[in-house]
């Protein structure tokens, strides 16, 4: 498991994490959850540095070492040399959640190659750049846990999400092919797909858009990030050693 090469005084006996997205949202209430679950955590974050400072900020106060990483994940080289620094820094890492994500809706007549490309640049080549730069060291360690963030949109698809549906249905085939390549390694790989969850994503979505999605709900209400924190916590944990190649919604029952 972890070696004693980390440049980060810690104690090794802690497993480590490596989330991407970590500084907001759903993905800083994964980085919390982990750190009451007795990881340290390197966050990865696009470019709001306060957020992610707050974050780290956190994570120390619940008793974890943590660091975040400037990385673009869309960018395969900085995210190779991310890796390889959060490597050098914890020593391993045994947990990689891949969370970050974008949107940039429109309807398909009115999107722009770019606004297509970005989303599935940053959505699924993302989380592809940062399995491959990690599987080498879970490879080598024979155990570890992957966990994309993908979403009901990409099980079910969404008008005027063609490009961030698009991404998220890729990472569910991205997700079970990296499981049944990995698993002869101990290693395992599941997806969990959030309905709608109460972060900066969907605060930008009008009232009557709220209102209207929440009467497709069947519990008639948003996500707590919390609430989708929780199955990546339980994903993460060895309890979870069986599960790999799994989808797990996550949504108040809104896409069965
Ligand atoms: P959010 O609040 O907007 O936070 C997005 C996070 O991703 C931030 O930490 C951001 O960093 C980071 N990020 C964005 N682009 C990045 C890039 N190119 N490289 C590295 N990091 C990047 O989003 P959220 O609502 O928590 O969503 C998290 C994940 O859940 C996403 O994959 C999203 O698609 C998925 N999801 C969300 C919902 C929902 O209802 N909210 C539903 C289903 C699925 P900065 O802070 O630096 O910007």
Redesign the pocket.
């Known amino acids: 498991m972890a070696t004693s090469s980390a440049t980060i005084e810690r104690d090794q006996s802690r497993r480590a994490a490596f989330v991407?997205?970590?500084?907001?949202?759903?993905?800083?209430?994964i980085a919390e959850g982990l750190a009451e679950d007795g990881f340290d955590v390197a966050?990865?974050?696009?470019?709001?540095?306060a957020?992610?400072d707050e974050?780290v900020a956190a994570l120390e106060a619940a008793g974890a070492t943590a660091r975040a990483y400037?990385?673009?994940?869309?960018?395969s080289a900085?995210v190779d040399a991310v890796s390889k620094q959060v490597l050098s820094d914890f020593g391993s890492v045994w947990a990689v959640v891949?969370?970050?994500?974008?949107?940039r809706d429109g309807l398909l007549m009115r999107m722009k190659d770019e606004d297509f490309d970005r989303v599935i640049?940053?959505?699924l080549r993302?989380a592809f750049h940062v399995t491959r730069a990690f599987s080498r060291s879970l490879m080598r360690q024979k155990g570890g846990r992957i966990v994309n963030?993908?979403?009901?949109?990409g099980l079910s698809g969404n008008a005027g999400q063609a490009n961030?549906a698009a991404?998220?249905a890729g990472l569910v085939g991205l997700t079970k092919s990296c499981a049944r390549e990995l698993a002869p390694r101990g290693i395992t790989v599941n997806a969990?797909?959030?309905?709608?969850?109460?972060?900066?994503?969907?605060?930008k979505l009008s009232d009557a858009i709220r209102e209207q999605y929440a009467k497709q709900i069947p519990l008639g209400r948003?996500?707590s990030?919390q609430e989708?924190a929780a199955v990546v916590r339980f994903l993460v944990s060895d309890a979870a050693g069986y599960v790999t190649g799994e989808v797990i919604r996550v949504?108040g029952g809104m896409a069965m």
């Open positions: 991407t997205g970590g500084s907001r949202g759903i993905g800083r209430a966050i990865a974050y696009a470019g709001n540095a957020a992610a974050t400037q990385c673009d994940v869309s960018d900085q891949n969370d970050a994500g974008i949107t640049d940053v959505n993302g963030m993908a979403s009901i949109v961030y991404s998220k969990v797909a959030p309905g709608f969850v109460e972060t900066d994503m969907t605060a948003m996500a990030a989708v949504d």
